[in-house]
């Protein structure tokens, strides 16, 4: 799962923890689900997982 901290930033444009990748694909699932009226969330329990939820 995501850490707390981590978890309101993680879907801010080129946020990311690892060395590689862009930070980008969170920010663009929340941008497209947002853009056709749906409802994008994220829950994470560190240890156990994490949870995108896309609400229309």
Same mark, same amino acid.
Request: aromatic letters at 8%.
């Given at each position: 799962?995501?850490?707390?901290?981590?978890?309101?930033?993680?879907?801010?444009?080129?946020?990311? !923890?690892? +060395? @590689?990748?862009? *930070?980008? =694909?969170?920010?663009?699932?929340? #941008?497209?689900?947002?853009?056709?009226?749906?409802?994008? !969330?994220? +829950? @994470?329990?560190? *240890?156990? =997982?994490?949870?995108?939820?896309? #609400?229309?």
């Amino acid at each position: 799962g995501i850490p707390p901290a981590d978890l309101p930033r993680v879907i801010q444009p080129y946020f990311t !923890t690892k +060395t @590689s990748g862009s *930070g980008l =694909g969170l920010a663009i699932c929340k #941008r497209i689900a947002e853009d056709h009226g749906a409802l994008f !969330t994220l +829950t @994470s329990e560190v *240890g156990e =997982g994490t949870r995108a939820e896309i #609400r229309f």
